[in-house]
């Protein structure tokens, strides 16, 4: 079970419908070929999370506030932390904000018509808050449940479309659609595996075994992303899927009718609890762990408070109609590509115990160092890449940079505030 509730965790920024709309653009752009370009961005995912810094910290599991005098953090697994802080709030708070309202307006076009969308929207706000206040272990399997309706949801229709493709018209139209693939194409699925060190949380200091699990979630969900990508491009046209924002929408109706509508309605409020929720849980565990030496604190209680407030400051950009803003796209994609330059970052500046080590790579063979440096840059390359190719370059470095400098400011504050007494 420890294992799946791992998977869950590591896959839920994967299975978000924003991930799933962004996955039918990508096959717009790339025909059949782009499953090619997945697998290679898959296997680099993979290689990433194997050398991924897991520091020994207290796991997702805890409910006790940490009282551990064998567990003692340093100055560079604050460091660790706070980084990991900038890099996921933004994330939260921006994306959780367009997945919720989006999940509102699914529910009403698709299962009851009457129903406020807003109001489907902030309850499920209310319902993902109200878990982070729960036992550690029911908002898990919550997150296991949620994720399992996408994966499953997902095969079903996968399956059904893959009896009726058409694989030569499909292997043909790859053929004409590879030599019009640019290279900011041909790096956007950087972001699609994006959030894999979610299920670092449930591992802690336990069983470090259990970091093979997620491998194995990236290698799930990248087969899975190719089979669908398939049945996209097979039952929708490549100016449909480029220009839809619901392309996985229209393949499952394409697919198979209403029922195809019913089931995608599933998988996308099912991914959208297993992307908050994800989220939810790994920063309140950071938060957590931030505090782990203050034996007369209640740091446990701090993370359910730190969860409270960024529900109300998602439910107040919700009210205030971010969502349905052309800047919140570019907010989301600045904080996604922040994420997603932390893993050039991380790796390199900390060993697998998540300490600062000058001395790795002077410890490594000439030929480690210089695979290690083009796995972990490769990230730092695509993200300049999707940065100066984007539309409107100005505004999305300005986002990356207003965020990373707003919330470090925050983090720090915030711990320096906890911590002032501490000896």
């Not at 991924?52 to 460091?79: E, F, G, H, M, W």
């Not at 990991?84 to 904000?97: D, E, H, R, S, W």
């Not at 393949?251 to 991914?271: E, L, N, P």
């Not at 697998?352 to 030929?367: F, I, L, P, Q």
Request: with cysteine.
């Amino acid at each position: 079970m420890e294992q799946l509730i791992i998977i869950s965790l590591s896959i839920a920024i994967m299975v978000s419908p924003d991930t799933l709309a962004l996955l039918g653009n990508f096959y717009g752009e790339t025909g059949a070929i782009g499953g090619f370009i997945l697998l290679g961005f898959m296997l680099l995912y993979i290689f990433l999370a194997l050398q991924y810094p897991i520091p020994k910290i207290s796991s997702a599991y805890s409910d006790y506030q940490i009282t551990d005098d064998n567990i003692r953090k340093t100055d560079s697994n604050v460091l660790f932390h706070v980084i990991q802080m900038v890099v996921k709030i933004p994330v939260l708070l921006f994306l959780a904000t367009g997945l919720l309202v989006s999940s509102g307006f699914v529910f009403n076009e698709v299962f009851i018509f009457w129903f406020p969308n807003f109001g489907f929207a902030f309850l499920l706000l209310l319902m993902i808050l109200c878990l982070q206040w729960m036992k550690s272990s029911f908002r898990l399997y919550i997150q296991l449940a949620a994720a399992s309706v996408v994966i499953i949801g997902l095969l079903i229709l996968t399956v059904k479309g893959l009896i009726e493709i058409d694989f030569t018209n499909l292997i043909r139209e790859s053929n004409t659609n590879l030599n019009s693939v640019n290279i900011k194409t041909f790096f956007l699925p950087l972001l699609l595996f994006i959030g894999f060190d979610l299920g670092i949380n449930s591992i802690g200091s336990k069983n470090m075994s259990l970091k093979r699990s997620i491998p194995f979630a990236i290698f799930l969900i990248g087969i899975l992303y190719i089979i669908w990508g398939w049945n996209m491009t097979a039952f929708l046209s490549d100016q449909k899927l480029i220009h839809s924002s619901i392309p996985h929408i229209l393949t499952a109706k394409k697919i198979w009718g209403q029922t195809g509508r019913y089931i995608m309605g599933g998988i996308i409020i099912g991914g959208t609890i297993a992307g908050v929720n994800g989220l939810f849980i790994y920063i309140s565990t950071q938060f957590k762990n931030l505090t782990i030496n203050q034996k007369n604190f209640n740091n446990l209680l701090l993370s359910k408070y730190v969860a409270t407030v960024l529900a109300l400051i998602i439910g107040i950009f919700m009210a205030g109609g971010l969502a349905g803003s052309d800047r919140l796209e570019y907010l989301i994609r600045g904080a996604l590509i922040l994420w997603l330059i932390s893993y050039s970052i991380l790796p390199l500046m900390f060993n697998k115990d998540g300490n600062y080590s000058h001395r790795k790579m002077e410890t490594s063979s000439n030929a480690n160092v210089i695979k290690k440096l083009f796995i972990f840059i490769l990230p730092l390359i695509g993200s300049a890449i999707l940065i100066t190719t984007d539309g409107n370059f100005p505004l999305l470095m300005k986002q990356i940079l207003f965020q990373t400098l707003g919330i470090t400011i925050l983090v720090s504050i915030l711990f320096i505030a906890i911590n002032r007494n501490h000896v």
